[in-house]
């Protein structure tokens, strides 16, 4: 930053410019030739590993060193930790609240900016509006700022938010981002960044953050589009420099946004590096193009660099090294001279505003897979594209975990990546997302994800008064207010909640967009299982649920629910018993079950019941718990949480619990099932096993259904009895035994020693948790109801066939896993996993092989990991690229696992089982519970369950069955279709063989193949489907599509109506969809789900084609061709997009957009009832195409647009400069031009069209892509409509000069009024042919003629060639009024001699003018506001508070002060000054405290209570009073003889000035006391009073008092109030001392411009007084405006006589000594001393100064010149006299005695005179 010393540089020799090549105008502190790389490159670590150059180190120049910047070596984002205070950005403002601020920064980051941060004037107003209790309109944040908002700010400061991460703190400051700007180097074209300070009657004070450079910005210079109304003081303003006047002292802005925008920072307007801002167009040449961006060269020869983020994406390619683009800078580093430019668009274009939010809608939180890497920037982070080809960047940190060490290569090397998007940044208009699987995984990731009703769980925080702050995450916290923390209000919370503590909530409501949570703790709610009251619409007459009081009325109680649905419960429906005092019987925060009687959703009103309620609980209870324990249902997944599902039972919708550990019997399987089960889904065969008050829990374990089914299950208690065995799982495991719950909600107890047959010494490793077990009752408790049980296998009784089954049971569930995963997944892989069974081959490739295992690939399973362990691939030579045959152990569709045996013995031919013969077995693979065996030398593999009891344990890793490990077994059955035709075998080794009950014989229902013929009965018909159920008592379905001939179809009928529930249907299978099943299967047989066939009915396909082909959904969609015609059937309406989804086929839809649905506007409104569900329409294909599925279909006989015809559209957006902005059907977009809205224009074109409005418009043409439309009726319906007042024009030809034509005002510039006649013809008026009236400026013209005002106008002629037409608004031609009112009061334009005449008189006024212009600005008051003072014990008395420049006044010692204090000759008046809270000018002993007054009255005030009782003193208490009395009454009389001791109080003052009343030292301390205390109004007052009292022959007296008054007001009182003293005092006393005293006063408090005028009245007024133009040159040097001084000089050498000149200059050269520019004092004392060489006084005083100022060599040469002068003999001794004392003091022995030969010299020199 140039320093105070550049600008005012003092004394010395100029310096010398170094050789430069490139000739700019530039301010001195860039040094061309130095480098700032070292820096750069402390900044970016690691940066330069790409360019192993070793940088040079930067030259240290003259001055400050200031360097210009060098390239950086790597482009790389900027991250937050090279974010320093002071760097300068460019940021978009992304939400506003009412105290901040969030900014969007560029690379991603977000600052925020404080309501503090915005200007001084601004934070003033705002402690104003604290301080006073009158609220006036303050412009609030979100008035200053809108989302989207681009401006200039300033990193204030780095903070460390609570969870340790950096936030920073900006600041749009005028005075901290315009801080490297000075008054001298502003110029004309600068676009600034300012707040309006305050508001003037003509325009606004912009606060540009410059000292001593006041900006103004003229109301008509504001022609932002963006705010219209008037700005208000605080208001952010961008504008441009227009004019710069008195060396920057005064500026004119003008703000005009698409100038401000096209602005061009060139190098004539003084931009370098020091300061440069953001934002700032500037045309810049590619330097250097990488892969991670662009350098660039600007501004001639400064460096900036590009990111990668902020090249345009369209145009990467035309990036190349030496081509030209135009940049905004976007950030500035001042330290490290580190410059970010921006290439992209958005930031080019006119306008302040990016789109705060991304085109595709909100997706932050989305969690997005299938993300493919495109590239890779190692310093940055990487770039992604997502599915739907939008790119988003991960930053480096986000590519890994955050404790994870960087592995760039192994992400980039990924082809696909799943992402969540963390946020959309808007300065570099991409979204930002995270790899990190920690992220991807949060449940809640933002206050979107949350919804009212979610039970959540969540970490204490913190208490306050209002409630607790929970933090559910690291982002979400939400607030349980004080009433929710209990079901009760709780006295003392900290109690019961500790911070850290974990607690489950419910949400109340939540509100994303402001971040606000709301929970409630009551238990009765967090564990409601009643429906839930979201919304008005839930709330249906006759449901229940739990709601609580939130305000007791004498009418009834106001009771909420979630999301702030509220009803009244009136008196009457309280309680059976009545009810005459609410507030008695009830208390807020009570929560209750409540009944809906009536709800309005419409009118959010809704009467509710206790009453009911109450009554209704047993009832409700018994609906709500309708299913019974052992029946079969069906549920549907509503929840999945971490310990199972939360369902609800259908058809009722009652809510359940399945908890996991019931999903099977097989531990290992229930996972599995829980992973693959998604919310939606349909769960068939599950049971009721307990139901309760709070909820009712189901299983799906096989094994207990069974049991209950069967009834083998103890109801209650009372039917338990000992030895009954009963079919449970283990509940809790404790160190004594395990707990093993039953159905019905039974419990017992088995000890350690009944657990098994084996010793045990740790219960733990015995059973698992959940898992299914057999158990015995031994004992029984009657009385405290416990019972004992025992789970030994000796003991216990295994039902017939349990292992088979169970074994058969596992598997189906294992495979049901496998489909679900395959239909869900949609992928190809999946579904091919699906397929594979055991025992199959493969062919494979080998991809690795090593010592310990292989892997392998296949054609068919790409992407799936294939491999063999060591032991399958034992004597088998592999080498990678190899083929080999293998055979499937074990598919894991989950993780797409494929484990493989290439054993010889396995992969041989198969040999054929016959039942009962034994086999030796070996153990081939373990799986969870089963293992797969394999039978000697058959090559037969089969699957056997690993425990051969539901008991079994194993106690050490030996007893499990381990891989090849040898068994003997039996076949039951060679090919049992339930193991997919492996063999069901019996196995030894614990458990005897046993043979298969009948009911394991049996197989389930067959599937269907594609083309099957079946027959059944129709079930159920809808609109656009039929439910047939079949032969064998399975399901199909019939689609709309497949009843009826599609030539048959007519439009608007329903084929599904033609069929009759019940009737008999012959159908053929054309495919199957996976379903919940509806029919239930024996116990042995559980299958989630199983395939629907698919039907047709259509006779054509049963009779002709037994060669009936498949055909995928693909070749389906490609079949249709764009605007063919189809039959489809209406399938819904969504009523969120307005869109109508049809269908062609089962498995196609298709979608019709509103406009290619109606012809009408009218429609609009109700689409939905144009047409039924399952209706036939016919409909024209818009577009196709297959993936991503699209099928767009017009129903309005049209599927393009065509030239000349008439479309329905819809009004996106108004734009006075263009008109409408249209969205037509099938993706169509147009424009509207103001001239084609009507064919008789109207004044305000545009008034009744808004947003969303649908019409009908009339196509003109395409061009780049966007329709031409016309509103106009005479082209709509051309037959029915008038004659056009205002014809169209399309070409130039039709116009003929002198023809009267309207049109509208496109804009108004300096060439003149251009006029829109058509949408191609723009016609031009000249000014001087706009208006009769003379106008100075186009501006004049704008304010009345705004975009769209309808003008008349006469072509005055036509260029036909350039298609120019001219054109007059002038009344004469067009014979309507003149454009500009008459009220303006503007001269008339004057033509020939008159002109001439005028043009001479002007040229005489000007000069007059200028100089009456000066003043005028000088007077101009400035408006001062104080806030009020505030009192301090401690402290002197007084505590102001001022701007900080003023602050400096309340010290004691004025001296010390920073404000130059202003030497005063003799003749001044003295002035005074009291050392209190108050400045004057006369040092006093300071005051005492005014607390020491307080403690001395308050003391008094005790005595006189003490007094006050009658009491009986005794006789040495009376002397001792005595004794006080006499030694208080000495002390009085030595205090008031003492004249050193200050008075205390009003009283004590008083009594002295009866005494002097002539002493203004007595009336100021007098008015001091009253300031001590605040008490302005009487300190004013006693000065009033002095005024009056002090003799008028005491002038000098008189004055100080005026003096003090003046001082007074200036501090406490108002502009207005001050004024008015000061006219009194120039009254009453001599008016120079007074003006003198206020400027003074005025230079004192920095008011510089007060100050400035009121010496340009002084030298006026008293233009004779020498002392009044040295007082102003004083305050000019003293301000730094050495050039003003001089100019002051010349004009009071004209002013003064001239026998004064020779003493002002030296005076002013004095001062120029003294403050301003030494060298420039010298020249003027040399001037002068030539022309008045015998002026010896003068030399003696310019020795003087120059012994101070000047150097050794200089004042040696000085004391020469002086002491050769032509005058007396004794000045000149004089002179040596003071040589020889400067050489005793600064000079060396040889240097006195040179003195004294000079003087020797001149005496003989005179001797010799005297003797000639």
């Known amino acids: 930053m140039a320093s105070v010393e550049e600008d005012f540089p003092r004394g010395g020799t100029a310096k010398k410019p170094t050789e430069s090549k490139i000739v700019v105008q530039r301010t001195e502190v860039d040094n061309l030739f130095q480098s700032n790389e070292k820096a750069e490159t402390k900044k970016r670590k690691g940066a330069v590993k790409d360019d192993g150059k070793k940088l040079k180190k930067p030259k240290t120049g003259k001055g400050d060193g200031l360097t210009l910047n060098a390239a950086a070596k790597c482009v790389e984002i900027l991250h937050i930790k090279n974010v320093k205070e002071g760097i300068l950005m460019l940021g978009c403002v992304k939400e506003v609240t009412d105290f901040e601020v969030t900014v969007s920064l560029p690379c991603g980051m977000q600052g925020y900016l404080s309501i503090r941060n915005i200007c001084d004037s601004y934070t003033k107003l705002l402690s104003e509006q604290l301080e006073s209790a009158d609220t006036e309109e303050i412009c609030s944040l979100p008035q200053i700022f809108y989302p989207g908002m681009v401006f200039r700010c300033v990193v204030a400061k780095l903070d460390i938010a609570r969870g340790g991460s950096l936030s920073i703190q900006l600041s749009i400051n005028p005075k901290l981002i315009n801080k490297a700007l000075t008054s001298t180097t502003l110029k004309a074209g600068m676009v600034l960044s300012g707040c309006v300070e305050s508001v003037e009657d003509h325009g606004y004070i912009v606060d540009i953050g410059i000292n001593g450079t006041k900006a103004f910005l003229h109301k008509k210079a504001v022609k932002d589009k963006q705010s219209p109304e008037d700005l208000s003081m605080g208001q952010y303003v961008t504008s441009q420099v227009e004019e710069v006047k008195n060396d920057g002292r005064v500026v004119r802005l003008s703000v005009s946004p698409p100038a401000v925008a096209q602005a061009c920072a060139e190098s004539e307007h003084g931009w370098n590096l020091t300061n440069l801002l953001p934002g700032l167009l500037v045309k810049a040449t590619i330097?250097?193009?990488?892969?991670?961006?662009?350098?660039?060269?600007?501004?001639?020869?400064?460096?900036?660099?590009?990111?990668?983020?902020?090249?345009?994406?369209?145009?990467?390619?035309?990036?190349?090294e030496g081509a030209e683009v135009r940049a905004c800078v976007l950030y500035v580093e001042p330290s490290t001279r580190l410059v970010g430019l921006s290439l992209r668009s958005y930031l080019l274009q006119p306008g302040t505003r990016v789109d705060p939010s991304p085109a595709g809608g909100d997706r932050i939180g989305e969690v997005v897979q299938n993300c493919k890497m495109t590239t890779m920037h190692h310093m940055s982070?990487?770039?992604?594209?997502?599915?739907?080809?939008?790119?988003?960047?991960?930053?480096?940190?986000?590519?890994?975990?955050?404790?994870?060490?960087?592995?760039?290569?192994?992400?980039?090397?990924?082809?696909?990546?799943?992402?969540?998007?963390?946020?959309?940044?808007?300065?570099?208009?991409?979204?930002?997302?995270?790899?990190?699987?920690?992220?991807?995984?949060?449940?809640?990731?933002?206050?979107?994800?949350?919804?009212?009703?979610?039970?959540?769980?969540?970490?204490?925080?913190?208490?306050?008064?209002?409630?607790?702050?929970?933090?559910?995450?690291?982002?979400?916290?939400?607030?349980?207010?004080?009433?929710?923390?209990?079901?009760i209000l709780l006295k003392n919370p900290e109690k019961k909640y500790i911070e850290g503590m974990k607690i489950k909530c419910r949400v109340l409501s939540v509100d994303a967009?402001?971040?606000?949570?709301?929970?409630?703790?009551?238990?009765?709610?967090?564990?409601?299982?009643?429906?839930?009251?979201?919304?008005?619409?839930?709330?249906?007459?006759?449901?229940?649920?739990?709601?609580?009081?939130?305000?007791?009325?004498?009418?009834?109680?106001?009771?909420?629910?979630?999301?702030?649905?509220?009803?009244?419960?009136?008196?009457?429906?309280?309680?059976?018993?009545?009810?005459?005092?609410p507030e008695e019987v009830f208390y807020v925060g009570q929560v209750f079950k409540a009944k809906v009687l009536q709800c309005d959703p419409d009118k959010a009103k809704m009467l509710l019941s206790f009453k009911a309620a109450a009554g209704d609980t047993e009832e409700a209870a018994t609906a709500q718990f309708d299913c019974e324990v052992g029946k079969r249902l069906e549920a549907k997944v509503l929840k999945k949480s971490v310990n199972g599902l939360e369902v609800a039972v259908l058809p009722d919708e009652v809510r359940a619990v399945l908890p996991t550990t019931h999903l099977s019997d097989h531990i290992s399987n229930c996972p599995l099932l829980w992973e693959s089960l998604q919310e939606g889904d349909v769960i068939s065969n599950v049971m009721c096993f307990n139901k309760n008050k709070q909820n009712i829990t189901l299983t799906k374990k096989p094994t207990v259904r069974w049991s209950l089914e069967e009834g083998v299950v103890a109801k209650d208690f009372s039917e338990i009895t000992v030895g009954m065995q009963l079919i449970g799982w283990i509940k809790n495991i404790m160190s004594y035994g395990v707990f093993v719950e039953f159905p019905y909600g039974l419990v017992g107890l088995a000890p350690k020693s009944a657990m098994t047959d084996k010793f045990i010494s740790d219960t733990i490793a015995v059973f698992q948790s959940g898992q299914t077990v057999l158990a015995k009752v031994t004992n029984l408790d009657e009385e405290k109801r416990r019972f004992l049980v025992t789970l030994k296998m000796s003991e216990v009784i295994s039902p017939e066939g349990d292992v088979q089954t169970r074994l058969i049971n596992g598997l189906k569930e294992r495979k049901s896993v496998a489909e679900m995963v395959a239909v869900r997944e949609n992928g190809d892989l999946r579904q091919q996993l699906a397929a594979l069974s055991v025992g199959q081959k493969l062919k494979l490739t080998v991809d690795t092989a090593k010592d310990c295992a292989a892997t392998f690939k296949s054609d068919d399973l790409a992407g799936a990991t294939i491999l063999a362990t060591k032991h399958h691939v034992m004597g088998v030579n592999l080498t990678p690229g190899q083929k080999a045959t293998a055979v499937i152990l074990r598919v894991d569709v989950l993780s797409s696992c494929v484990h493989v045996s290439l054993l010889p013995k396995l992969v041989a031919k198969k040999k054929s089982l016959a039942e009962g013969t034994k086999y030796t077995a070996m153990v081939q693979h373990i799986d969870g519970d089963f293992a797969i065996i394999s039978l000697e030398d058959t090559a037969q593999l089969t699957v056997i369950q690993i425990s051969s009891h539901l008991n079994e344990t194993f106690l050490s890793e030996s007893e499990k069955l381990k891989a090849g490990m040898c068994l003997a077994v039996e076949v039951i059955e060679p090919s049992c279709q339930e193991l997919q035709g492996l063999s069901l075998v019996s196995w030894q080794r614990t458990a005897p063989n046993r043979q298969r009950t009948t009911s394991e014989n049996q197989t389930s229902s067959k599937?269907?193949?594609?083309?099957?013929?079946?027959?059944?009965?129709?079930?159920?018909?809808?609109?656009?489907?039929?439910?047939?159920?079949?032969?064998?008592?399975?399901?199909?379905?019939?689609?709309?599509?497949?009843?009826?001939?599609?030539?048959?179809?007519?439009?608007?009928?329903?084929?599904?109506?033609?069929?009759?529930?019940?009737?008999?249907?012959?159908?053929?299978?054309?495919?199957?969809?996976?379903?919940?099943?509806?029919?239930?299967?024996?116990?042995?047989?559980?299958?989630?789900?199983?395939?629907?066939?698919?039907?047709?009915?259509?006779?054509?396909?049963?009779?002709?084609?037994?060669?009936?082909?498949?055909?995928?959904?693909?070749?389906?969609?490609?079949?249709?061709?764009?605007?063919?015609?189809?039959?489809?059937?209406?399938?819904?309406?969504?009523p969120v997009r307005k869109i109508l989804e049809v269908t062609t086929d089962p498995c196609v839809t298709g979608t019709v957009e509103l406009l290619a649905m109606i012809t009408d506007p009218k429609e609009a409104s109700h689409p939905e009832k144009l047409y039924k569900l399952g209706q036939a329409v016919h409909a024209k294909v818009v577009e196709v195409i297959s993936k991503p599925q699209r099928f767009m279909l017009s129903l309005t006989g049209v599927h393009k647009l065509e030239k000349y015809s008439v479309a329905l559209g819809m009004v996106t957006n108004i734009q006075p400069q263009v008109g409408l902005l249209v969205k037509l059907p099938f993706g169509g977009m147009g424009t509207v031009d103001v001239t084609d809205l009507a064919d008789a224009y109207r004044p305000n074109p545009l008034d009744g069209y808004s947003k969303d409005k649908l019409l009908r418009f009339f196509l003109f043409g395409e061009e780049k892509g966007k329709w031409h439309l016309s509103l106009r009726p005479s082209r709509l319906n051309p037959q029915q409509a008038k004659p056009a007042k205002d014809p169209e024009v399309l070409s130039v030809d039709q116009l003929k000069a002198g023809q009267i034509i309207r049109g509208y005002v496109k804009s108004v510039g300096e060439q003149g009024v251009f006029i829109r006649l058509s949408r191609s013809i723009t016609g031009r008026a000249q000014l001087q042919q706009s208006t009769k009236y003379f106008v100075n400026h186009h501006k004049v013209l704008s304010e009345r003629l705004t975009p769209n005002t309808l003008l008349s106008t006469k072509i005055l002629s036509i260029d036909k060639e350039e298609e120019l037409v001219h054109l007059s608004l002038l009344p004469e031609d067009t014979g309507k009024p003149d454009v500009l009112p008459e009220s303006l009061g503007l001269p008339l334009r004057l033509f020939g001699e008159e002109k001439k005449e005028h043009d001479t008189k002007k040229k005489m006024k000007r000069a007059a003018s200028e100089s009456e212009q000066k003043q005028k600005e000088s007077q101009v008051p400035k408006k001062k506001k104080t806030k009020k003072a505030k009192t301090d014990d401690s402290d002197s008395g007084v505590e102001v508070y001022f701007r900080e420049e003023e602050d400096k006044e309340v010290e004691e010692e004025p001296t010390s002060n920073s404000v130059k204090q202003v030497t005063h000759s003799s003749a001044d008046p003295c002035r005074l000054q009291v050392a209190t809270g108050f400045s004057w000018?006369?040092?006093?002993?300071?005051?005492?405290?005014?607390?020491?007054?307080?403690?001395?009255?308050?003391?008094?005030?005790?005595?006189?209570?003490?007094?006050?009782?009658?009491?009986?003193?005794?006789?040495?208490?009376?002397?001792?009073?005595?004794?006080?009395?006499?030694?208080?009454?000495?002390?009085?009389?030595?205090?008031?003889?003492?004249?050193?001791?200050?008075?205390?109080?009003?009283?004590?003052?008083?009594?002295?000035l009866l005494a002097s009343p002539n002493s203004s030292l007595l009336w100021l301390q007098y008015m001091a006391h009253h300031l001590q205390a605040t008490q302005i109004e009487q300190a004013r007052a006693v000065a009033e009073r002095a005024i009056k009292t002090i003799s008028f022959r005491e002038e000098q007296e008189k004055l100080n008092v005026w003096v003090a008054l003046l001082n007074l007001e200036n501090m406490y009182g108002t502009e207005e109030s001050l004024k008015k003293v000061f006219e009194r005092a120039l009254q009453f006393c001599e008016p120079m001392p007074v003006y003198q005293q206020l400027a003074d006063i005025y230079a004192k408090s920095d008011k510089t411009k007060e100050a400035e005028g009121l010496y340009k009245t002084m030298v006026k007024r008293f233009?004779?007084?020498?002392?009044?133009?040295?007082?102003?040159?004083?305050?000019?040097?003293?301000?730094?405006?050495?050039?003003?001084?001089?100019?002051?000089?010349?004009?009071?050498?004209?002013?003064?006589?001239?026998?004064?000149?020779?003493?002002?200059?030296?005076?002013?050269?004095?001062?120029?000594?003294?403050?301003?520019?030494?060298?420039?004092?010298?020249?003027?004392?040399?001037?002068?001393?030539?022309s008045y060489p015998k002026r010896t006084?003068?030399?003696?005083?310019?020795?003087?100064?120059?012994?101070?100022?000047?150097?050794?060599?200089?004042?040696?040469?000085?004391?020469?010149?002086?002491?050769?002068?032509?005058?007396?003999?004794?000045?000149?001794?004089?002179?040596?006299?003071?040589?020889?004392?400067?050489?005793?003091?600064?000079?060396?022995?040889?240097?006195?005695?040179?003195?004294?030969?000079?003087?020797?010299?001149?005496?003989?020199?005179?001797?010799?005179?005297?003797?000639?």
């Open 287 to 320: 330097k250097k193009v990488t892969k991670h961006g662009l350098i660039l060269d600007f501004l001639s020869s400064f460096s900036g660099q590009v990111d990668f983020l902020h090249m345009e994406p369209g145009q990467t390619s035309s990036y190349t």
């Open 513 to 581: 967009e402001n971040k606000k949570l709301y929970l409630t703790r009551k238990k009765a709610l967090v564990e409601s299982s009643l429906p839930l009251f979201l919304s008005y619409a839930d709330a249906r007459p006759g449901c229940v649920s739990h709601g609580y009081i939130v305000c007791i009325k004498d009418f009834g109680c106001i009771v909420r629910f979630y999301n702030n649905v509220k009803g009244l419960v009136p008196l009457s429906e309280l309680s059976s018993e009545p009810v005459i005092n």
């Open 1481 to 1552: 000018d006369v040092g006093l002993s300071s005051l005492k405290p005014a607390s020491a007054a307080q403690e001395g009255d308050s003391s008094d005030g005790e005595d006189q209570d003490g007094s006050s009782k009658p009491q009986k003193k005794s006789r040495h208490e009376l002397e001792q009073e005595k004794k006080a009395a006499e030694k208080a009454l000495v002390q009085r009389e030595t205090e008031l003889m003492d004249p050193s001791l200050r008075p205390q109080d009003a009283a004590a003052f008083e009594r002295l």
């Open 1007 to 1134: 599937g269907y193949c594609f083309g099957d013929i079946v027959r059944g009965k129709v079930r159920t018909v809808k609109p656009t489907s039929l439910q047939v159920t079949l032969e064998d008592g399975s399901t199909g379905s019939v689609h709309v599509s497949e009843v009826v001939e599609g030539a048959d179809v007519c439009q608007g009928s329903f084929p599904t109506a033609s069929v009759k529930v019940g009737s008999t249907v012959t159908a053929r299978v054309i495919g199957g969809r996976e379903a919940s099943s509806h029919r239930y299967l024996p116990f042995s047989h559980p299958k989630f789900t199983y395939t629907i066939p698919e039907l047709t009915l259509i006779p054509s396909k049963l009779d002709k084609c037994p060669d009936l082909k498949a055909v995928t959904v693909k070749e389906k969609i490609n079949r249709y061709k764009v605007g063919e015609e189809v039959t489809c059937f209406v399938s819904k309406f969504n």
């Open 1737 to 1812: 006084d003068l030399w003696s005083v310019f020795i003087d100064l120059m012994v101070k100022h000047g150097s050794q060599k200089e004042v040696r040469a000085l004391f020469d010149r002086v002491i050769h002068l032509s005058v007396s003999v004794k000045k000149i001794k004089f002179f040596f006299k003071r040589y020889l004392e400067y050489e005793k003091k600064h000079g060396t022995p040889q240097s006195i005695q040179a003195v004294k030969e000079k003087a020797m010299e001149f005496v003989e020199a005179k001797g010799t005179e005297a003797a000639n």
């Open 1663 to 1730: 233009r004779q007084n020498k002392a009044v133009w040295l007082s102003y040159g004083t305050f000019l040097l003293q301000q730094g405006q050495s050039d003003t001084a001089s100019a002051l000089l010349q004009r009071a050498l004209k002013s003064l006589p001239s026998k004064e000149s020779v003493d002002v200059i030296a005076k002013f050269a004095q001062l120029e000594f003294r403050y301003g520019d030494s060298e420039k004092g010298r020249t003027m004392f040399d001037k002068v001393l030539t």
């Open 381 to 487: 982070g990487a770039m992604l594209e997502l599915p739907d080809k939008t790119l988003a960047f991960v930053h480096r940190n986000h590519l890994k975990e955050s404790n994870e060490p960087a592995n760039e290569n192994r992400v980039l090397a990924m082809t696909e990546h799943t992402c969540r998007i963390l946020d959309f940044s808007a300065m570099d208009q991409v979204h930002f997302a995270s790899l990190r699987k920690s992220v991807i995984d949060k449940r809640f990731y933002r206050y979107h994800d949350l919804q009212a009703g979610h039970v959540v769980e969540g970490t204490v925080a913190v208490l306050l008064n209002h409630g607790m702050v929970v933090h559910l995450s690291d982002h979400i916290k939400g607030l349980v207010p004080r009433t929710h923390l209990s079901d």
